[in-house]
């Protein structure tokens, strides 16, 4: 379609020829941040005796040191979308942005640049390396939170939150208390993963298991007693044999049964180890026989606890075989030192050398790594600090199971639930130096359990004896911060913090699903644990950002989308156009980052189109305020008016019904027949399809002539134009913010210091009965989209004029006649009206409710010509058909082929059926015999 309006006039202060993204976003942006529109107000809450429902959403606090990238972008669109649509909705909206210290991975950047000066972290010493940390934070970090903006996103920067601000802090320190009071948080002795370049332990979740292609070793202990018979055992890391105490059986395996309680000899070490009963030992898996290695593994560890065996190190905390007292004199000389995988080929060798490898072959097993530095974690026997997970996994599993808690989309609740009913304890306690030390005192002068004080406070000396105390090492998981993110944002713990009463529970946390367990499931734990109840009532796990082969944008790989280039070259609103048409409920996002003009082109497009209108609008409605929609009496409307005014109900209420029932009520959604919404996608279709397919393609096309004539007719035309375009702009708005505020401030009427960004979102009723003056204008628009078509068939170019007879229907012959120069100017055609089809070659066609038409095509194009490709055509066809037809009455094929491919069969005979029947009636009309 054509938008005329780069040559109609423009008024003095109306919009520039070209959309500038560049010149305009930041420039509104620093006016909304100006005029507070993002700003919640706890007091107008109604749940602190405001007169507004609340809508909360917390962002989820990316990593203090992260730089953006398009996963961030997607995650903050979805957000944003949300939040301004709430906002819109005359909710009181919050949207509370922030970041997380993220203890590992900014520790390991501070130490990477430690490294390029040649110092460690022992070198500095604790405290200046949590200066000097802290110092590298305050100077850099939060870059992520300014590049946002740049995107749009509409949070309340004035509650900017940090997980390791001295208020988040004091919330993680209670929380700790709380729970150590309660008995859910321990101290354990066990086997943890460890990571011997980060030094720390990890959680389970942060131990990721990868598939890997090793080796599964076979060897032979000798029996003590007769070292000429042996029993074997199978492992995939020989290296810690040097720590076996034991070989176990399982107690019902006759196999063994004779050997329980004799020894066996441990090769390379010559050591007699007990032969011992465990119901561990599977007698089904390999030889039924399994070393015991406690300090090394956690199963292992289980067993040698029950049997009371010892635990000697042979592996030390670097990753290196041991030495000294823990090794217990375990690790020859000549390994002592050595790195794990080094030792692997020795041990493997002497055990060659000794005969007592049986075989090694290869094996595809899991093996956990470090989430932070990607090496291979090891399992270590050590003290750390554990939250018992069991009962606070309870309610969090009920929530999802009773619906008060929704999970989007649903394909995720069986992970979360699985997840919840194993749930092992978590290890929070980290041996690294950035994050909130565990607060716990230990006094070397009473006896358990005084001697271990969890305090809110910090401690000098010993409440029980006066003593100097000492404090834990260790710092906690950085998720230990995390899963307190949506309390203590608000203020916990002073429940009587007017955020906290204003906004908790918040309504919907968007987040990817790879942390699903990490952060969202603990946050729910959370909760329930401090707040009695879930922190949101809708979890909407987003999908992925792509590249056109699949794969993951990672830096990495080199292919990812920085954000701000795009913001750059296409505008913020082209990016986020892009991404939200995109995205399905929970789809993956896939983008070209080799071609960024194809990928962005259509979202910078539709501004541009969007701008067009605009100058449309102002060229022909002026700036002056015109009459308000409410002061056109319903008689005074055009057909085109009623037709795009209803047309607008539509859209309003579709739009509403793909974003979702925003509003909960007591944290459930208002079901209703609306359906689950967050689907984005289909809100920005339904919008972009009203703008442009109804919008300026129909309305603005059937209208002109009315704003060029000056009278009444002309001030209705305006009236309605201008509210259709400002209704059209803020349903709109969440999604390309930045064009349709400003071309909003440009409005016709536009009061001062009014902003589209705080404007109520449309309403439309429940239900529109199409009117009878729209449903006459869908007849027009049918009649003209027949007569175009009839030009694009026979390629009739758009400067040829074309005549049509019209055989109306005698209902619609009136109306027909007073819309005859509207029909004429759109469809660029002569009509003439006539009772009975004229005798004529041409191309016929019969529209719904029976009014048909006719276009003589002699003249226009080679009827002879014309005719003879339509019979060739429509021969082709028929014998393809015939083929399609046999291929389908062969019992054969029913049988043998499979359904979908049968479906697929019949679905293109039905659609050929009707290509043919049409083929036919168009000879007939134009040859004259079929
Ligand atoms: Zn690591
Ligand atoms: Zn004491």
Not at 132 to 146: C, N, P, Q, S
Request: net charge negative; aromatic share 8%; with cysteine.
């Amino acid at each position: 379609m054509t938008i005329p309006g780069t040559t109609e006039p423009v008024a003095p202060d109306g919009l520039s020829a070209q959309y500038d993204p560049a010149g305009t976003e930041s420039a509104i942006y620093e006016r909304w941040l100006q005029a507070g529109c993002f700003t919640a107000d706890a007091e107008r809450s109604s749940r602190t005796g405001g007169d507004r429902d609340p809508f909360a959403i917390v962002l989820p606090p990316p990593n203090v040191t992260a730089i953006l990238h398009v996963g961030h972008g997607l995650n903050a669109t979805v957000q944003d979308v949300l939040v301004r649509w709430a906002r819109m909705k005359g909710l009181e909206t919050l949207w509370l942005p922030g970041t997380d210290h993220a203890g590992i991975a900014t520790q390991n950047i501070v130490e990477r640049q430690l490294a390029d000066e040649g110092l460690s972290r022992a070198d500095l010493g604790r405290e200046k390396f949590v200066a000097r940390t802290a110092e590298f934070v305050e100077r850099t970090g939060g870059t992520i939170l300014r590049q946002l903006r740049a995107m749009g996103a509409s949070a309340d920067w004035s509650r900017t939150a940090y997980t390791f601000s001295p208020e988040l802090s004091g919330a993680v320190r209670e929380a700790f208390v709380r729970l150590f009071e309660r008995g859910l948080i321990y101290r354990g002795h066990r086997v943890i993963h460890w990571c011997p370049r980060c030094l720390t332990s990890l959680s389970d979740e942060e131990a990721e298991p990868r598939e890997t292609n090793g080796m599964l070793y076979h060897i032979s202990y000798p029996l003590a007693a007769d070292p000429s018979r042996s029993i074997t055992v199978a492992t995939t890391r020989p290296e810690t044999m040097l720590g076996d105490v034991a070989v176990a059986v399982n107690p019902a395996d006759e196999r063994y049964k004779d050997l329980i309680g004799t020894s066996v000899l441990l090769p390379i070490l010559n050591l007699p180890i007990p032969v011992i009963a465990d119901e561990y030992a599977d007698p089904a898996f390999g030889t039924g026989v399994v070393k015991i290695t406690p300090a090394h593994d956690a199963n292992d560890f289980e067993v040698g606890r029950r049997h009371d065996l010892p635990m000697p190190v042979v592996i030390d905390m670097y990753g290196k075989m041991g030495e000294g007292a823990d090794a217990a004199g375990r690790v020859p000389r000549t390994l002592q030192g050595m790195d794990r995988f080094d030792a692997r080929k020795q041990i493997v060798a002497q055990l060659e050398a000794a005969g007592r490898l049986v075989k090694k072959e290869p094996h595809v097993h899991n093996v956990r790594h470090c989430y932070r530095c990607d090496t291979v974690v090891e399992p270590r026997l050590s003290d750390q600090w554990f939250v018992r997970m069991q009962p606070l996994a309870e309610p969090a599993l009920e929530a999802v199971q009773t619906g008060r808690l929704r999970i989007l989309p649903e394909r995720h609740i069986a992970v979360y639930e699985n997840w919840l009913t194993g749930i092992r304890d978590w290890n929070i306690s980290r041996q690294l130096w950035w994050g909130h030390r565990v607060p716990v005192w230990y006094c070397r002068e009473c006896d358990p359990p005084n001697n271990v004080i969890a305090s809110r406070e910090d401690l000098m000396s010993c409440p029980h004896c006066g003593c100097d105390v000492v404090q834990d090492e260790d710092v906690l998981d950085t998720w230990f911060s995390s899963w307190l993110w949506p309390i203590s944002t608000l203020g916990w713990p002073n429940e009587e913090d007017t955020d906290l009463r204003a906004f908790y529970p918040t309504d919907v946390l968007v987040t990817a699903p790879e942390i699903l367990f990490f952060w969202v499931a603990r946050m729910v734990m959370a909760g329930f644990a401090f707040m009695g109840e879930a922190p949101f009532h809708t979890v909407y796990l987003h999908g992925t950002a792509r590249d056109t082969q699949g794969r993951k944008m990672s830096k990495s790989l080199g292919n990812g989308i920085d954000p701000l280039d795009v913001v750059a070259l296409y505008g913020a609103d082209a990016l986020r156009y892009t991404l939200v048409a995109g995205m399905g409920l929970g789809a993956d996002v896939f983008l070209d980052p080799a071609d960024l003009e194809k990928t962005f082109a259509p979202g910078r497009n539709f501004a541009t189109k969007l701008w067009n209108i605009g100058r449309f609008l102002l060229g022909n409605a002026g700036t002056e305020a015109v009459r308000s929609i409410d002061e056109v009496k319903p008689d005074q409307l055009a057909r085109a008016d009623a037709w795009i005014l209803e047309r607008l109900d539509v859209a309003v209420r579709e739009c509403d019904r793909a974003l979702g029932p925003v509003h909960p009520i007591r944290g459930r959604w208002i079901e209703e027949e609306l359906g689950a919404g967050l689907r984005l996608n289909d809100y920005a279709e339904t919008a972009r399809r009203f703008v442009w397919n109804e919008l300026a393609d129909w309305y603005l096309e059937a209208i002109k002539t009315r704003l060029l004539t000056p009278g009444e007719d002309q001030q209705v035309a305006r009236a309605v134009l201008v509210h259709v375009f400002d209704r059209a702009l803020r349903l709109l708005h969440p999604i390309v913010p930045f064009v349709t505020e400003a071309l909003w401030q440009k409005l016709p009427g536009h009061v001062d210091g009014t902003w589209l960004a705080t404007t109520p979102w449309p309403t439309a009723p429940r239900e529109t009965e199409v009117s009878v003056a729209a449903g006459q204008f869908e007849l027009i628009r049918e009649i003209v989209a027949a007569l175009r078509q009839v030009r694009a068939e026979y390629n009739v170019p758009p400067s040829k004029s074309i005549e049509a007879f019209v055989i109306a229907d005698p209902a619609h012959q009136e109306m027909l006649d007073e819309e005859f120069s509207l029909i004429s100017r759109l469809a660029r055609t002569a009509l003439a009206f006539v009772e009975w089809p004229p005798d004529v070659a041409g191309a016929n066609v019969v529209l719904s409710g029976g009014t048909q038409l006719v276009v003589p095509l002699e003249g226009l194009v080679d009827v002879k010509k014309e005719c003879a490709r339509l019979g060739a055509e429509l021969a082709s066809l028929e014998k393809q058909l015939a083929s399609l037809e046999g291929r389908l009455s062969n019992a054969g094929f029913l049988e043998r082929a499979p359904s979908h491919v049968v479906d697929a069969e019949r679905a293109k005979r039905d659609e050929w059926s009707v290509r043919r029947d049409q083929l036919k009636s168009r000879i007939e009309a134009l040859c004259g015999a079929a």
